[in-house]
């Protein structure tokens, strides 16, 4: 991989006081800048604890952190907390304060002027999709659950963190709401391009958010890290298989669209028999394309263009054949990697 | 301290539980407490007034009423003595905030979070003794005097605001420290941001409850010379004078009555908004 990472845990481990074996023991692992990695795993695994271990909110037991190729691990946790964003599940908004102070909080203590931090409130509103005006001024108990969760997001982006650490930050909302978070969580990271860890215990979010997901087994144990489509092309061992769950392989349908396909051409006489045929667009993905098959009870289903005019079929070969390819990489990956170490 | 957390939880729901149905009927609580501040001053007028009729009524300053002249001449006894009772009340009261306050900071936080306990035990014996019993150890330690009078009131009345500046501060989210650490507040900060202003609702009842004790308890304070309203009912007491005893009893209530609704206001008007 290019450049160095932009996180880095160097052997860490975390004992509890008082706790019979350790909580994370000699996780390494590197975080690329921009991208999202998603921490995924049982509860009780540890990614809260190797969130918290990032920005210093517990001490390490034993190992070094790098941040930008810096050691970490023994400069002041105030000042490193003010650089790194943090998103906990709670949310934990200040009820005392405005919208307006709670997303000032990082900038107030950087002693930004006035005039600066009000700007930067506004700004930060806007980006989470909140009007200033409507909200600055509201305390967070007249927010509903998904707009306090925005509020916590812009708050940990006060002060322009290239790096931002989200524990579980969709998580006690209704699954309407998680998925437009989620949506547009993602257009704002396509603009923000920060380096963010994201804690989440559900397979689908993890596939969903992350750029790569460490799927972590007891004591923050990495049983394999990779991107969404290697992971579930490929689950290297029983436990990930098992934590991925039924229909990995659909999932894995999700990652191909149906444009980049080498479709079929559409056959007048043979496809046009008259029985319903269900069309998708080009930029569907092959999960959409079988769903349609599935749909209409059909082995294929008609792509058209803009003007609904057919421009080729796709079929279920093509989707074994996707689904074949991407293991095939998967696994010349791994025997790669294999045979390097 | 299971029970720390009940005050300001209840606190939040009710917050909430407002803000989605504005329209819902107040229950006779709300109705209560929303009277209550135009209330308390309505009745403390009307009890001063009865008390100014009264003492118009028993003709002090004349010859024919020696003894209860004397007893409730305002120059000389009724203003001096309030004024003695106020002064020991706002000492104790102020000093008890001075201590019991930053103590109980102190005892909510990492290593003395473990005599806790222990603290609050002694807290406990302070207030668990007879008050009588408390000024008389403090006049034989200390010998007669309003300072005496002072320091045995702050051992009396430092168990409320001890306790619920504890309560207070361990009734504040963890989530809400755990987002202000997150965020790179130094413990000061966190302190000083977020514990202390949401606990402020329920130390300043507590402070409330000292002061209306220490009011009530500056009453004993002649019994060590140390003045106060107290002579005037026992000058009643002892001239068997029952109007002499009335004044004073009255007196002491309505000042009693007018902190404590201070008290309310001060609740009322320091609570943080958004709560
Ligand atoms: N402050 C603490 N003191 C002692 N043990 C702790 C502490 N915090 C967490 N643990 C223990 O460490 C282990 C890992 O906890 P952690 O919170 O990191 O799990 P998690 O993967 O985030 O779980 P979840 O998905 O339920 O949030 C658990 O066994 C937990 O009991
Ligand atoms: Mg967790």
Known sequence: ?341 | MSEAVTPLTARWRHGRKHSVSTVAMPTGAQLWHRYSLVLAPAFIAGLGLVLWYYYNSLGVGTIAQIQVSSALDWETKLKPQLIQHLTIAAWSTLLVILVAVPLGVLLTRGGPRRIAPAVLAVANSGQALPAYGLLIIFLAAMGQGGRTVVVALVVYAILPVLRNTMVGLDGVDRSMLEAGRGMGMTRMQTLLRIELPLAVPVIVAGIRTAMVLNIGMATLAFLIGGGGLGITISSGLKLNQDAVLLVGAITVALVALTFDWFGALAERFLHPRGL
């Not at chain 1, 919208?99 to 203590?109: F, G, Q």
């Not at chain 1, 990271?189 to 750029?211: N, S, Y």
């Not at chain 1, 689904?323 to 990697?337: G, I, P, V």
Request: hydrophobic share 40%.
């Open chain 1, 1 to 341: 991989m290019a450049g160095e990472p932009k996180i880095r845990l160097d052997h860490v481990s975390k004992i509890y006081q008082g706790a019979e074996g350790p909580a994370v023991a000699e996780l390494t692992l590197d975080i690329d800048p921009g991208e999202i990695l998603v921490l995924v795993g049982p509860s009780g695994c540890g990614k809260s604890t190797t969130l918290r271990l990032i920005n210093r909110m517990i001490e390490p037991t034993s190992g070094r952190i790098y941040l930008d190729g810096d050691d970490v691990t023994d400069v002041n946790p105030d000042q490193l907390r003010r650089r790194i964003g943090y998103v906990i599940q709670q949310i934990g908004l200040f009820p005392h304060q405005t919208i307006a102070e709670n997303v000032a909080t990082v900038p107030k203590m950087l002693r930004w002027d006035r005039k600066r931090i009000s700007t930067r409130v506004d700004e930060l509103l806007e980006l989470v999709g909140l009007d200033p005006r409507v909200y600055r001024d509201r305390y967070p108990k007249e927010l509903s659950g998904g707009q306090a969760q925005r509020v916590g997001v812009a708050r940990a982006l006060g002060a322009d963190p290239s790096i931002m650490l989200m524990d579980e930050p969709f998580g006690a909302i209704d699954p309407i709401t998680r998925e437009s978070l989620q949506n547009e969580f993602l257009r704002l990271q396509e603009e923000l391009r920060k380096t963010i860890v994201f804690v989440t215990h559900d397979i689908d979010e993890a596939i969903k958010m992350g750029d790569r997901i460490a799927i972590l087994g007891e004591q923050s144990v990495v049983h394999q890290a990779d991107t969404p489509e290697r992971i579930l092309a490929y689950p290297v061992d029983d436990f990930v298989r098992s934590f991925i769950g039924a229909g990995t392989a659909m999932k894995g349908l999700a990652f191909e669209r149906v444009g980049d396909l080498d479709l079929a051409p559409f056959d007048e006489g043979r496809n046009g028999d008259g029985k319903p045929v269900g069309t998708i667009t080009a930029d569907a993905t092959l999960f959409e394309a079988l769903e349609e098959m599935l749909r209409t009870a059909d082995g294929k289903t008609v792509v058209v263009d803009e003007s609904g005019r057919p421009a080729g079929v796709v079929e279920l070969s093509h989707l074994s054949d996707a689904l074949r390819t991407a293991q095939d990489e998967a696994r010349r990956h791994y025997d790669e990697l294999g045979a390097a170490s």
